[in-house]
């Protein structure tokens, strides 16, 4: 992989590799490895594997996973991801948005997060703010198939948009670091719609959007149209596929969410139904400059995350990607 130092920051002691030959730069993210945000049962790899393999396999970057997954003190996290020449790209943060009471919460989960991120790696990465994912009963066993009626009301958007600005400007202010909002199965903002409705009630300034390929798809939506209406929200990506024969599986027999997750609703990058070149031709259209984050989401234990996040790797050097 053809990397160098792009930017020392000597007052941090962070350093900052990416890719020399793009002006976008492929990472990884634990939630491949089964590390994900949800309490279930089954072992999650440990971190110094899965930054190892995030390394063999030929990323350039990590996200953070979980707090207390990775080192929580900076200069321990900055010595992992320099032995394997690692960025550190974001870090996804889960807030109970719709509750009003669980706001100061998030705002002080992410800010313990984002000061991490900004002593190790300076102020580049991003804190993906998202729905607590998996909480809402409803939600959860029709992810995939999201109606009007299973929404917010006027009331609980404005709550749950007031949370989300309260929170990204904590980050802005406490640790100078953006904040981005990922739509995700089992949350609140899955479907095109709601996308759409949480950045009209947000400030343009503040909030961005990270755009999840295989999450939008999964929500109803396609990747490029929705790139196109927000491109100027869209300040980090997440290339996730979705399987199309497993989602119509998961309609059919009524799957909830964790359940799709355990028959691989996401699959290998090419092998679902999301038109990757197609993005990645918007983006460079559009002079996208910034990561493109591969996720794979398995349950712990779940499949071959090393072979996956190989293969993943070698469909977008297919695509135009250098290794």
Not at 76 to 99: D, K, M, N, S, Y
Not at 151 to 164: F, I
Not at 165 to 187: I, S, Y
Not at 280 to 299: C, H, P, S
């Amino acid at each position: 992989m053809d990397a160098k130092i792009l930017n020392s920051q000597a007052d941090s002691g962070t350093t900052q590799i990416m890719n020399t030959t793009d002006p976008i730069y492929i990472a990884n993210a634990p939630c491949s490895w089964g590390v994900l945000e949800f309490d279930l049962p089954g072992k999650a790899l440990g971190y110094a594997q899965v930054l190892d393999e995030i390394h063999e396999t030929g990323y350039a970057g990590t996200e953070f996973g979980d707090w207390g997954f990775m080192p929580t003190e900076a200069g321990a996290l900055r010595r992992e991801l320099e032995a394997r020449q690692l960025t550190l790209v974001g870090a996804f943060v889960p807030v109970a948005f719709v509750a009003r009471g669980a706001h100061a919460a998030g705002v002080e989960l992410a800010v313990r997060t984002a000061k991490l991120l900004a002593a190790t790696q300076g102020s580049s990465p991003f804190i993906v703010l998202a729905d607590d994912n998996g909480k809402n009963p409803i939600r959860t066993r029709n992810a995939g198939r999201i109606g009007p009626a299973q929404g917010l009301s006027d009331e609980q958007w404005a709550v749950y948009a007031q949370g989300v600005e309260l929170v990204a400007r904590a980050v802005r202010d406490q640790a100078g670091l953006r904040a981005v909002f990922h739509h995700h199965g089992a949350g609140y903002v899955e479907t095109p719609d709601e996308i759409a409705r949480l950045l009209a009630l947000t400030d343009p300034a503040l909030v961005g959007l990270c755009l999840d390929t295989g999450h939008l798809r999964f929500g109803g939506g396609d990747p490029l149209s929705t790139l196109r209406r927000h491109r100027d929200r869209i300040w980090h990506v997440h290339f996730k596929d979705c399987s199309p024969s497993v989602h119509a599986a998961s309609r059919t027999g009524g799957w909830d969410y964790f359940e799709s997750l355990k028959h691989g609703i996401f699959c290998e990058l090419g092998r679902g139904d999301v038109d990757f070149a197609a993005v990645v031709e918007e983006l460079r259209r559009t002079r996208y400059t910034g990561w493109i984050v591969v996720e794979q989401d398995v349950l712990p234990g779940m499949g071959a995350p090393k072979e996956y996040a190989l293969r993943n790797r070698d469909y977008l050097v297919k695509l135009g990607f250098p290794r």
